[in-house]
């Protein structure tokens, strides 16, 4: 298997880490808060993200990623009733993420893929993909950190702790590895 696809999947795994660290910081009610209309909360968020999965993993080398049974502007509406829910629906989309990679080879890497009729290789899609999560996991961190304020348990290096967090990487020898080798059972993501 590709060293790209390997790596791709460690990249998808960190971000549902963090997505989960930063979501088991907030209670129930915090999921569906909103700053104002116009904004979006937690919830909202996950549902978003599973719909667009969803959409462009489904059939991902054979279909176009937009679908015509999905309902995007229904992704938007806050009427997600509970964690359980809210989880089902980032577990599903994660998981036919992650089915579909798992399908891919080399060979698939250059293949022409649509997304709303615009090709693009298997990698350009792929990567589009890692931004648009990214994005909206960024988001899940953000409104997750305000939500839980003072509670707050820093997903990355802690404020005022860089120095000393550089000082022991520095200790080690050098590695040949890749910053997600090991994901499941690293402490912390690096930001």
């Known amino acids: 298997m590709s060293g790209f696809i390997e790596s791709t999947k460690g990249i998808f795994k960190m971000y549902k880490q ?25 919830a909202v968020i996950v549902k978003h993200l599973w719909g667009n999965m969803l959409s462009r993993w489904t059939d991902f080398l054979t279909a176009d990623g937009e679908k015509d049974w ?3 502007d229904a992704e ?16 599903e989309g994660w998981q036919c993420l992650f089915a579909a990679l798992s399908g891919l080879t080399d060979a698939d890497l ?4 649509y997304i709303r009729n615009e090709g693009h290789t298997v990698m350009e899609a ?4 890692i931004g648009h999560y990214a994005y909206h996991v960024g988001q899940l961190v953000y409104i997750s950190k305000l939500r839980s304020a ?19 990487k520095f200790a080690n020898e050098k590695q ?16």
């Open 70 to 72: 999905r309902q995007r």
């Open 110 to 113: 250059e293949r022409i893929v």
């Open 150 to 168: 003072a509670d707050w348990q820093s997903l990355s290096i802690p404020r005022n702790q860089s120095a000393a967090f550089n000082a022991a």
């Open 18 to 42: 963090l997505g989960e660290k930063a979501m088991a910081q907030i209670d129930d009610e915090q999921i569906s808060w909103q700053a104002n209309d116009d904004s979006n909360s937690v």
């Open 76 to 91: 938007f509406e806050n009427n997600i009733k509970d964690r359980a829910e809210l989880m089902a629906k980032w577990e």
């Open 126 to 129: 792929i990567t589009r993909q």
């Open 176 to 191: 040949v590895r890749h910053f997600t080798d090991g994901i499941n059972d690293k402490p912390e993501t690096e930001g």
